[in-house]
């Protein structure tokens, strides 16, 4: 079975400075996505960023961007020049294989940002 | 505006008791979802449906039943049978196509809470 595992429950940054939130996954299958999702306060699940296993460049939305290293199974989030509003959960999930339409998630990493 | 929408928002329940959460989708999706949300975990999959009249079970469906008799609608039922069913309890909805990634669109979310 996929597991995805994320090993910090806590993270906290300055407001303008960057931080990497990190993500391990198991998987035996080579066809897959893994994705973020944010969940800010209102508990409203917003996909952040998603990461296509076949391709060998990290994907990139605006301030977001992944290192994705598919040997180690690991992928990383990194959000640079931090904003208030990027407080939230974030949860790494995975799909693929024969389980594709059903996602596994992560236990979530709470992120705050200090202004 | 399409959409999802989870109803009620906030819901109690006495020990014993069964009672159903609605989710609706506009989206014109084929497939749709449940999954239960507790602290320190990220979202388990409960139930899902790629198509009317039939569903399968996630990794949690102990305790709970659903239905699938509109394309629109797939209503959650937590059964007495379920042990410990306080839990926020989001609803999502994608295409389906074989073998492919299907971006889950999410609802608000039920909170429900056993008195």
């Known amino acids: 079975a996929q597991t995805v595992t994320q090993s910090q429950p806590e993270m906290s940054v300055q407001e303008a400075e960057t931080v990497t939130l990190s993500c391990t996954y198991d998987?035996?299958?080579?066809?897959?996505?893994l994705f973020w999702y944010k969940q800010p306060p209102s508990r409203q699940m917003i996909l952040v960023i998603r990461?296509?296993?076949?391709?060998?460049q990290n994907a990139t939305e605006n301030r977001f961007s992944v290192n994705f290293q598919k040997a180690a199974k690991s992928f990383s989030l990194k959000i640079s020049d931090s904003q208030l509003g990027d407080a939230a959960m974030y949860f790494c999930?995975?799909?693929?294989?024969?389980?594709?339409?059903?996602?596994?998630f992560g236990q979530g990493t709470i992120l705050t940002v200090h202004p | 505006d399409g959409g999802i929408t989870q109803s009620p928002k906030y819901l109690f329940r006495k020990e014993g008791q069964n009672v159903t959460l609605s989710c609706e989708q506009n989206?014109?999706?084929?497939?749709m979802y449940w999954y239960r949300q507790d602290p320190g975990q990220g979202l388990r999959l409960i139930y899902y449906?790629?198509?009317?009249?039939?569903?399968q079970k996630g990794d949690i469906a102990e305790g709970y039943s659903v239905s699938r008799e509109k394309k629109e609608s797939f209503p959650l039922t937590v059964t007495s049978a379920q042990k410990n069913p306080t839990a926020f309890y989001l609803c999502?909805?994608?295409?389906?196509?074989?073998?492919?990634?299907?971006?889950?669109?999410f609802g608000p979310g039920t909170r429900l809470t056993v008195l």
């Open positions: 998987t035996s299958e080579s066809d897959y996505y």
């Open positions: 449906s790629q198509i009317v009249n039939d569903f």
């Open positions: 989206l014109n999706h084929d497939a």
């Open positions: 999502a909805s994608s295409k389906f196509r074989e073998r492919a990634y299907n971006e889950q669109f």
């Open positions: 990461q296509e296993a076949y391709k060998q």
């Open positions: 999930a995975y799909t693929g294989g024969t389980s594709y339409g059903k996602l596994t």
